[in-house]
């Protein structure tokens, strides 16, 4: 807004002011000669005072503070869509990680029932109504269903890693904007 402000000062009324106080000592010498003021100190004092308007006929002046004030306007703008999108991303990785931690836990229950039915299958075997293929069956079952559930928790990291760039971006993206920018919620700790 200051450069607004100081295109639009050059519509208003300019007033300049100098002053000037010289002391001069008149030469007593061959070339001005021997004279009334020779020898003798005088004071020369001037000073002035000028006001102007500029009148901008054509709306140039105008035009330009004009401009100025849509530049900053503009600048704003770009402010308010980097604090947006930076919004949008935070909204974005929480529902992400809602949603892998939800994943995790449909996992660890499923892992949970797995183990339960190894267990199962492990009791019938020593009861002697159960088989060994079925005891391994459902043992590997077990361990395929903990190594699918180990990728949801490195989602879930990469998630905050990408909230963290998208952060840094749009504060970049504030910053050049603006000069300035907001404070942001920090990221859930995974």
């Known amino acids: 807004m200051s450069m607004a402000g100081v295109a639009r000062s050059a519509l208003a009324p300019q007033v300049n002011g100098e002053l000037s106080i010289k002391r001069q000592q008149w030469a007593d010498n061959l070339y001005y000669g021997p004279g009334p003021l020779a020898g003798e100190q005088s004071w020369n004092n001037t000073g ?10 054509w709306g140039k002046d105008r035009n330009a503070a004009e401009r100025a004030l849509d530049a900053a306007h ?18 974005r990785t929480y529902i992400e990680m809602s949603l892998d931690y939800a994943l995790l836990d449909i996992a660890r229950a499923t892992l949970q029932q797995q183990q339960q039915i190894a267990d199962l299958a492990s009791r019938r075997l020593k009861g002697g109504i159960g088989t060994q293929l079925e005891v391994s069956r459902r043992r590997r ?4 269903t903990s190594v699918k559930s ?26 050049r904007s603006s000069g300035r920018c907001s404070r942001s919620p920090r990221p859930p700790a995974c």
């Open 74 to 91: 503009a600048r704003a703008a770009d402010a308010r869509a980097a604090q947006l999108e930076l919004q949008a991303n935070v909204v």
């Open 141 to 144: 079952r077990c361990r395929n």
């Open 150 to 175: 180990t990728p949801s928790r490195k989602k879930s990291r990469s998630a905050a890693t990408s909230w963290r760039r998208s952060r840094a971006k749009a504060r970049a993206r504030a910053t």
């Open 48 to 57: 002035t005072l000028a006001l102007s308007y500029h009148l901008g006929l």
